[in-house]
């Protein structure tokens, strides 16, 4: 019934819409796409391209088949940032009917199926990211050749020829150039002839330790990693995303590699090097503050972040994987019902939502 | 082969106690009856008795027989007897099914139809210059909602009157009217938005 | 928290925080200072003349019909009672008692009593005696009720909090008020009514606020406003200082960050006191009177003599052309209010909406009256409202929620019609603020749904009330027709015996055919 609502549109009060939101993160997110594609691949861009163009096309098909009007839907942007957070996710060689089919499983499973914007319970990019790496395993870890646009002298050449050991794996891997740090962590233990993954992903010499933080710390995946760390400041200053979900997952992070070493005689990467390898400033800061899919509460989002931190840190030492963030986040995607639920509580009079309310008017 | 059991295990350890540190965090506190009336009632554990009466008192008490029993306690009844679906009301609704579904736990079922409709608000009234004072009415009403004597005039107390329609039958000049009550202002909804 | 400049308001509220020592809300927005119609410091406020008809809604504060206590055709003097609560506010003669539109959201008509205004004049609206002292009575005779926008009586009030018997928060049960709180927030925007009053006479109010103390013997009175008050804040202070009394208690001037709601009261009890009030829990029942700063100068006006026949009321909105703040004689249409001040709107698509943008609701009809409840009359261009998306559980909500509760998950189980579980987040806390509308960036019509469930949950909670009383008298005839049965089957029984009993049965039953025959 109109006119018994508030006014919200004479209150001088700055609202942001959904679809600028979207746009913040997006810009947010142009640094690290930007030093990605001058250094590290430049197909991003292509992917990027592909990816949205097909994501808009597949909402748009979606929506006509809930009969739902199209435009609303596809102006809030939600699927072109969800597009572009999985072709930033996978490697860029990975061949283009794989990004497509991704990018429907981004559409369907992750997000309409469920009822459009704000009723998906699982981030929908780290929906796609699973499902392709489940049904496609060899592309989805091959890192293969190419430069960035730009030629930059920290890029790692090994120039060693492949070669096959009696399991049948490769033990050195041909020329990658911008391998991922954990990547190239991979390569390194298969040349120290330890047994491959997923046995034992901690190295055996403090050396080899060095040398891989050497590589981190010389690649171009550091500062693109720094870059994901300037977009997401930049995006708790602007107050878009809570401080509550990176502070936790980098922290518990830190510490856990900070500690690990502890309890095993075997070395790891330092801890702060590891904050800046592989994807874990993407994943702190816009992957798993997709607020859809996140705790809203905020003991909650402790929560959340934490348990991210751990499972992410298991899947990395601990299994085939070199990068847990995808699963970690879908998992404690399934805990934020009970989560929220634990520490939502009527603060105002102090009882926890399981007690009964007052019954006076 | 053995590397990929540990990982599995480690990943099933590590899921268990997370799982498990989040179910001691969300166990909701011990609630007394003082707290929360539907406690013990949620376990079904109660006598037959005591339900009867909780879900008497969930009914809407027109005594108007359509669900096809003389009274609410005797559907109450018959509903714990399981003899009767919790979907015979009119007068409740589907706001009853539902109360009555999470009361009893078993599920919503759509209202019978066969037993009527629900229906506004509406109060009976007589039409003063027909009315006999043959006291038929005043007899018929469950909730003597109408005063009056043989011979003399009847009037229904437009107050406790609940729409339940048992008096019309019984008037044999058929005077008795029902007109649908406008909500007072006091009792005026915000309507839902959209 | 200013969203757009988080270091600079940090910094601000850190300042702040300093200067008040007092506590920050938990929640609500800084919203831009919007408050036109003010006139320059010192200025007394216009009166509107007295208008031919005054019309006068039979509504109490629960919004029941109460009895009209005139017939139509009868005259009546300024300060006569016309209903429970509700006084004449000119000498005239009562015109009709029939239906009329009435500010409210449904837009209904209610019972009103329309007068007619005798065309006397000025005339004097000192209709009471004087008196040394103000009284409990003297309140409930003058009708005075708060000018807040709620409405309660305020002699009502002061009662239940005299008589409250245990102090909640901590075990002592101390009875009687020992804080008075003297609401002269205004956080909403546009509504400057009470501003308005105190720049035009501040002096009178300190007067009234020592009054209301002697009468509430409380232990201290606490002036609270907001800080961008400027002017006012300055000409409180001078009157402070100014005005001695010997009640012995003082005035402390509060300034409290411009943070909306802080006016409502459950959320300005907590700025005050530090502590939320406890769901159900009125601020009366702590021992803390909180009253309007104009409802406190009304009654001031009683002891005087004076019964509360007006109210300062805001016209404002973009669309009004001088906007202003003025006393209107209650029972003055809105029309008549517009027109006299030169507001009248002039396009046809322009809203006229009672009370402020984020409290008010829209008119239908500018027939309606001024009551006691009406603070403010906006004129504003057609609503353009953005289409609702879905809900992104951003949390912006609950984090501007004053009252701590999770707008989100209200919304969800408001709409899925599970009042039940909405109550169980706090429903019955939220205090329809809009703050939750302000800030989401779907557009969802938050507070217009929990407006809708707060109002369905009373509902739902009547109906079992009358559930209930049907079920008894039901049972209680049930109880009279079984015992009625009993009775009769006893009475049979008995003749049975006595039949059986008897030695010659037609013998006896022609003896009892002749004794009913015979006259008695």
Redesign the interface.
Known sequence: ?SG??VDTASIAYKRRSVSSIMVHVMVALLPGITIYALYIDSRLLFNILIASTCALLFESVLVLLRRRAVLPVLKDASIVLAAILLVLSVPQSLPSWQLVFGVFVLCTLGKHIFGGLGHNPFNPAMVAYAVLIVSFPLTMTQWTEDNGLLDAPEIIKNAESSSVNDKGQLTEWDSLSGATPLDRLDTLKREAGISS????ASLTTPEQALSAADTILSSDWLILSVAWLAGGLYLLFMRIISWRIPVSVLATLWCLYALYPLSTSTPVLPATVALFSGAIMLGAFFIATDPVSAATSDKGKL?YGF?IA??CF??RE???YPEGIAFAVL?MNM?VP??D???TRNRFSGN?I???TSNRP | M???F??IA??IM??AA??YV??R??E??R?TDD??PDADIMSANLPDMQLIEEV??R?????CAQCGHP??RPYATAIINDEAPINQCPPGGD?LIEELAALLGTDVMPLDNDKGQTKSAQVAVIVEPDCIGCALCIAAC????IVGAPRYMHTVIAD?C?GCELCLPPCPVDCIELHTINT??????????? | MNRRKPVKALLARSRRLQQTGRSEPDGGLPLVRNKPGLEAVGVPITELPVPEQLVYPL?DY????VQAQVHVGESVLLGDSIAEGILATASGTIKAIEHRPII???H?D?LCVVLDVDATGDENTQSLATSDTLSTERLAQACISGLGGAGFGTALKLRAAQNKVANISDNSSETGIHTLLVNAVECEPLISCDEALIRSDAQTVITAVHTMIKLSVCQRCVLAIEDDKVDAIAMLSTAIDAVKSDTGVDVELVKLSAVYPSGAEKVLVQRITGKPLPTGVRATELGILCLNVATVVAAWRAQAGYPMISRIVTVAGSRANKPCNIRVRIGTSVADVLQSTGNAPEADDSRVRAGGPLSGFDLQSLSVPVTATTNCIAIEPPQSKSA?MACIRCSHCSEVCPVNLVPQQLYWYA?G?DIQQAQRFGLDNCIECGCCDIVCPSSI?LT??F??A???WR??Q??KQ??????E??E??QRRLSHREQEARKIREEKKTQLISSKDPIADALARARARKRPS
Not at chain 2, 59 to 63: A, C, I, S, V
Not at chain 2, 184 to 194: C, F, S, T, V
Not at chain 3, 62 to 65: E, I, Y
């Open positions: 019934m018994l609502t993954p997923p046995v034992d929560v348990g751990v499972l298991f899947i601990f299994s085939a998992l805990c009970l989560i639920h634990a520490f926890s399981d007690d009964q | 053995t590397g990929t540990i990982t480690v990943m590590s899921m997370v799982g989040l179910s965090l969300a909701p506190a609630r707290e929360d008497n008192r009914l809407p008490q027109t005594q009274g609410c706001a469950p909730v003597d909602a406790q609940t007072p202002l006091q009792r005026w909804q915000w309507p839902k938005p959209a | 509504l629960a919004r029941q019909t409210h959201p449904s209904r209610a609702a709409s019609n019509e217009s749904m407006r809708y707060r109002s369905s509902e739902q009547q109906d009358d559930a209930d009383i049907a079920r008298r039901y209680q005839r």
